[in-house]
Antibody
Framework: QVQLVESGGGVVQPGRSLTLSCAASGFTFDTYAMHWVRQAPGKGLEWVAVIAKDGRDKKFADSVKGRFTISRDNSRNTLSLQMNSLTSEDTAVYYC???????????????WGQGTSVTVSS | EVVLTQSPATLSLSPGERATLSCRASQRVGRDLAWYQQKPGQAPRLLIYAASNRATGIAARFSGSGSGTDFALTISSLEPEDFALYYCQQRSTWPQLTFGGGTRVEIK
């Protein structure tokens, strides 16, 4: 069965960096685009970033563009999110999510991890 | 940015009743809309995509409808496990996706 397990969250000071990871299993990782979606405490969902199946194409939400980087290692079935210049607005649970469609991203998410919590606070 | 407005904010119903949740887009999104269910402390679960396609493993009591700016998620007969938070999401303006604010379905 599909499993997505995030790690790397924690408490970080404003302006600092943090890298999240997502270990994927149960599906052919290198045939699907992958996404990060976040949810601030008590708030709704916000899409963060997508990476194509081969890692060549990456897109970001305007709120994180220029600060966050997404990458993947298809040999290890892992997805990463490097977050720089963090602010309190980035405090959230971060989910990695699998795209619903083989090949090009469809921007629907059919499997999600349980999330990793990031708190930006001094 | 496409703003998705979900109504009502809270829906109070009894098991066995029919639930109809609304999602209205600030501009036309075709049929590029999905619905997710989220329970406390859990990740969201995809229910419906492309307005009316049930995701794998989703019960037939869940159905989606609509196009353009007005969409609905219908749960034909509420089961105890259906009381949860529901979000709509549009992908028409990808990669700038947006989610609605959510509708909570609670037990009356």
């Amino acid at each position: 069965q599909v499993q997505l397990v995030e790690s790397g969250g924690g408490v970080v000071q404003p302006g600092r960096s943090l890298t999240l990871s997502c270990a994927a299993s149960g599906f052919t990782f290198d045939t699907y685009a992958m996404h990060w979606v976040r949810q601030a405490p008590g708030k709704g969902l916000e899409w963060v970033a997508v990476i194509a199946k081969d890692g060549r194409d990456k897109k970001f939400a305007d709120s994180v563009k220029g600060r966050f980087t997404i990458s993947r290692d298809n040999s290890r079935n892992t997805l990463s999110l490097q977050m720089n210049s963090l602010t309190s607005e980035d405090t959230a649970v971060y989910y990695c999510a699998k795209d619903v469609q083989i090949g090009a991203a469809a921007y629907y998410f059919d499997y999600w991890g349980q999330g990793t919590s990031v708190t930006v606070s001094s | 940015e496409v703003v998705l407005t979900q109504s009502p904010a809270t829906l109070s119903l009894s098991p066995g009743e029919r639930a109809t949740l609304s999602c209205r887009a600030s501009q036309r999104v075709g049929r590029d809309l999905a619905w997710y269910q989220q329970k406390p402390g859990q990740a969201p679960r995809l229910l419906i995509y492309a307005a009316s396609n049930r995701a794998t493993g989703i019960a037939a009591r869940f159905s989606g409808s609509g196009s353009g700016t007005d969409f609905a998620l219908t749960i034909s007969s509420l089961e105890p496990e259906d009381f949860a938070l529901y979000y709509c999401q549009q992908r028409s303006t990808w990669p700038q996706l947006t989610f609605g604010g959510g509708t909570r379905v609670e037990i009356k």
